[in-house]
């Protein structure tokens, strides 16, 4: 398949394990953050959002945990599968402010 | 289904030529945006359009050139003067209000 990131950091994992695919952001004014997995020759999908007046949000075997003190964002995957290879973004914004993108993580899942 | 419709799937062209990436979404979007994408990097964004018949420059604006005559397209020329053009090339939607984007599923540009 197509490869959208040669060098992207990676994390591998073996199947049924717990993920957890970290990410900085720089704006201390940022509100609002998404995360976004982007498949081999595919756009990203969404994922799951968090904003800044909260420090934990859960999903279906997704957790964003966010931590403004150092501005630091963490998406944790339960149970990990096969189907979750892919690349990981972190976005942030402010208001209604364009998206800024991180680099993206690669995420390994072996059987 | 309602969707952003991204064509061709993979483009070609010949140094010096300019070229058109197609962008059209069914959502009823306002906001449309193109990002571009290379190996080892984020998405770098290009240009956007809050409303039809205005836009601004992204990031990396220059090379390209974007118009945005009717709500439901946005496609993007990728021109003569843009050096390294190379790359995967996503356009974005979203809803006045609402954060988050979708996003179409990309058009990846060879320069042969």
């Known amino acids: 398949g197509e490869s959208v990131g040669l060098h992207l950091p990676t994390l591998s994992v073996q199947e049924g394990d717990n993920s957890i695919i970290n990410c900085a952001y720089s704006?201390?004014?940022?509100?609002?953050f998404i995360w976004y997995k982007q498949e081999s020759g595919k756009g990203p999908q969404f994922i799951i959002d968090i904003r800044s007046n909260m420090d934990k949000r859960q999903g279906q075997r997704v957790t964003v945990l966010l931590n403004k003190t150092v501005k630091h964002l963490s998406l944790q995957i339960a149970a990990t599968q096969p189907g979750d290879s892919a690349v990981y973004f972190c976005a942030e914004t402010t208001g209604f402010q364009k998206l800024v993108f991180g680099t993206g993580t690669r995420l390994l899942v072996s059987p | 289904d309602g969707g952003i419709t991204q064509s061709p799937k993979y483009l070609f062209r010949k140094e010096g030529q300019n070229v058109t990436l197609s962008c059209e979404q069914n959502?009823?979007?306002?906001?449309m945006y193109w990002y571009r994408q290379d190996p080892g990097q984020g998405l770098r964004l290009i240009y956007y359009s809050q409303i039809v018949n205005d836009f601004q420059k992204g990031d990396i604006a220059e090379g390209y050139s974007v118009s945005r005559e009717k709500k439901e397209s946005f496609p993007l020329t990728v021109t003569s003067a843009q050096k390294n053009p190379t790359a995967f090339y996503l356009c974005a939607s979203r809803i006045p209000g609402n954060y988050g984007y979708t996003f179409g599923s990309g058009t990846r540009l060879t320069v042969v």
């Open positions: 959502l009823n979007h306002d906001a």
């Open positions: 704006n201390s004014a940022s509100d609002y």
